[in-house]
């Protein structure tokens, strides 16, 4: 997301944009849609642990075939959406501009992050939570899932309770 970011604020210098009302408020949207392709990516490679994959680069290398596409696709949508806002006229346009160029850019940045740096920092970072025999390690990270998945389960269990003794009771 930093990459993203940082990236942005790139193109915004080399553009000669100024950072306005709607260049942040740019900025705060795609943070909110620059965060996602990344979670997508570690969601996706977890999801091959899960499976049973022991190596991460076969898992990062297998999620991302699964994921490219819909990374790619997603990110072609939002940018259709935002760059023929920045080519409205007038002196409000010149506002609108900087705004549609700036979210296109940021999210065009994580689509590039998303399909070269977040699969190589999963293939680098995380590990699989079983061992060579196929049983779950026992290290703060497999216990701290443990007590987090107990907990959210809890939760919901606890929530539909609640949302059921309503339904029932209109």
Known sequence: M?????????????????????????LVLAIGTVVDDSIIVVEAVQARFDV?????????????KGI???????TLVFMAVFIPVSL?????????????????????????????????????????????????????AARFRKAFNTAFDTMVKRYQHGAFFFIKRP
């Open 88 to 140: 409205m006229g007038g002196t409000s346009g010149t506002f609108y501009t900087q705004f549609g160029l700036t979210m296109a850019v940021a999210v065009g940045i994580s689509a590039i992050n998303a399909l070269t740096l977040a699969p190589a920092l999963c293939a680098l970072i995380l590990k699989p939570y079983v061992d060579e025999d196929g049983k779950e390690k026992n290290n703060f």
């Open 52 to 64: 049973g994959y022991r190596s991460s680069y076969m898992a990062a290398n297998d999620a991302m």
């Open 68 to 74: 490219s596409s819909a990374i790619v696709t997603s």
């Open 2 to 26: 930093i990459v993203s970011l940082v990236g942005t604020f790139a193109f915004l210098t080399l553009a000669g944009f100024s950072i306005n009302l709607l260049t942040l408020f740019a």
